[in-house]
């Protein structure tokens, strides 16, 4: 069996960790689901998502999903896998 993703459009917002503006505009899309990078272990920001915490880097997408649940997501995958609308 084979089956295709439905076409599903969700919110999507870039990190660019080095950007003051980029920073505070992701951590305002997360909300009470952000993790400031002094809080983790590595040293990166993260957001409680519905697998745990997760931390996310430089150029990562944030993406909120049908649901209003919150994932990470590696640019070459997004890439792969979205399609940006506007």
Sequence with gaps: MKARK???VVEV???RLFSP???R?????VGDSWINYDET?????????LEGVMEISDN????????GE???CKPDIFE???????
């Design 6 to 8: 439905k076409p599903v």
């Design 13 to 15: 917002i870039q990190l």
């Design 21 to 23: 503006i980029s920073y």
């Design 25 to 29: 505009k992701c951590k305002e899309f």
């Design 41 to 49: 272990p590595n040293g990166f920001p993260g957001i409680r998502t």
């Design 60 to 67: 990562d997408y944030i993406i909120k999903g049908v649901d």
């Design 70 to 72: 919150i994932y990470p």
């Design 80 to 86: 792969k896998t979205y399609e940006v609308i506007e």
